[in-house]
């Protein structure tokens, strides 16, 4: 039923903020912005106990414990990025939410460079040597 | 949840009284008590909102491992 009170909590916000974007658009602003927080702050609880699982399942299946830290910190730059770029969006400046994605992307390939790398090298030791 | 919904209904209702006490004030033609009411209000709703964005990036930061 927490899906049901997800839904309501949008519903109720939107018609405050439709109210309110009347008189001040700058408080409709900061209250998009609490709303879409405070969700988001809600989900982020629940994928907790998912992430623990998956360390666990990691730690058994002895994957080494630095490429499930990579995956996890491109997911979190994922997730803030998107929601950061769309709160922007929302205030209708358009080019600095594609430049917050844009520096979303670009941490992501920096922090993949390293798993990247020891992907070229393993294919490079399959190679036969010389030739 | 430990931060209430009510916060968002806080919100709105300080936008709301805002908008009023500044059309009244202009009414009454003090322009620029109007505008620092204004201030003060987002001020206040500021400092609400950028609480609580701490918070979500200090849950983000433990989740997912950032150092």
């Keep these: ?131 | 949840m430990n931060i209430d919904v009510s916060a968002i209904f806080q919100i709105a209702g300080i936008g709301i009284i805002i908008a009023m006490i500044h059309s009244v004030l202009k009414q009454m033609g003090k322009e620029d008590m109007a505008h620092w009411v204004t201030v003060i209000g987002f001020v206040v709703v500021l400092f609400m909102v950028v609480r609580l964005l701490n918070e979500l990036f200090q849950e983000i930061k433990t989740i997912f491992l950032f150092q």
Excluded: C, H, W
């Design chain 1, 1 to 131: 039923m927490e899906m049901i009170q997800i839904i309501g909590l949008g519903l109720i916000a939107t018609v405050l903020i439709l109210v309110i974007r009347e008189q001040k658009p700058m408080f409709a602003f900061l209250l998009a912005a609490f709303t879409g927080l405070f969700i988001f702050l809600y989900v982020i609880g629940k994928i907790e106990a998912v992430i623990t699982v998956l360390e666990d399942l990691a730690s058994k299946s002895g994957i080494p414990s630095i490429y499930l830290k990579t995956v996890l910190k491109i997911i979190g730059i994922a997730y803030i990025a998107e929601f950061g770029a769309q709160i922007v969006r929302d205030a209708g400046l358009e080019s600095i939410a594609s430049k917050i994605e844009f520096a979303g992307k670009i941490f992501i390939l920096v922090m993949a460079v390293p798993i990247i790398n020891v992907i070229v090298e393993t294919v490079i030791g399959l190679l036969p040597a010389g030739s």
